[in-house]
């Protein structure tokens, strides 16, 4: 089975995240922020990733540190369930439409972490939430989990549908690029034997 738990505890925070990759995406999100449970409740319907997360953080500094350490141990929960990455499709791309907002998000599963990201919020908080911290997350998810991920926003107005199209877009890119291809049969997908490097 392709699941993992990872437990981090800084003076900061105290987080524990399992995943399951062949899930059916149920989640059970509990971080102190309501918007960015809302995200991770998304992430793991759409990417069919049964996610729980529990996080206790220093909320009352801010939610940066929360949502930041939350993207690491996500990012290393998925990287430790794909084990080798044997069989896996890798790539996918994305057109991930929010109302007026349209977000393309392209992934690639290479062991190489790199994360491009373009989305222009129009306010400074979606509720109490940063929008800047949108942006943390991805950096923090990609750099874990191993993967090139490219996320840019075309076109939107309103921020809340901005960055739900972000989420939504990686879940979906998540959902094809980890699913098992059938005619690899087992096989790493890089001419070079193994991927990571």
């Not at 996080?55 to 996500?74: N, R, Y």
């Not at 990455?85 to 890798?90: F, Q």
Request: glycine residues 10%; charged residues 25%; proline residues 3%.
């Amino acid at each position: 089975m392709r699941t993992a738990t990872i437990k981090r505890k800084t003076k900061e925070t105290d987080i524990e995240v399992t995943v399951d990759l062949d899930g059916t995406g149920v989640a059970n999100a509990a971080t102190g922020i309501g918007f960015f449970d809302h995200m991770l409740d998304l992430l793991a319907k759409h990417s069919r990733i049964d996610l729980t997360v529990k996080a206790v953080g220093d909320l009352h500094v801010d939610f940066h540190h929360t949502t930041e350490d939350v993207g690491i141990a996500l990012g290393q929960a998925v990287k430790q369930a794909l084990g080798n990455m044997a069989g896996i499709t890798r790539y996918a791309t994305v057109l991930m439409p929010m109302d007026e907002t349209l977000t393309r998000v392209v992934i690639d599963v290479s062991g190489r972490p790199f994360l491009v990201f373009k989305a222009d919020f129009p306010r400074d908080k979606i509720g109490e939430f940063d929008t800047e911290l949108v942006r943390e997350w991805f950096q923090a998810f990609a750099m874990n989990a191993g993967v090139t991920l490219h996320v840019e926003t075309l076109y939107g107005e309103n921020s809340h549908h901005i960055a739900e199209s972000c989420f939504k877009g990686l879940a979906r890119a998540l959902r094809a690029a980890v699913a098992i291809d059938p005619k690899t049969a087992g096989e790493v997908p890089s001419t070079k034997g193994q991927l990571g490097g």
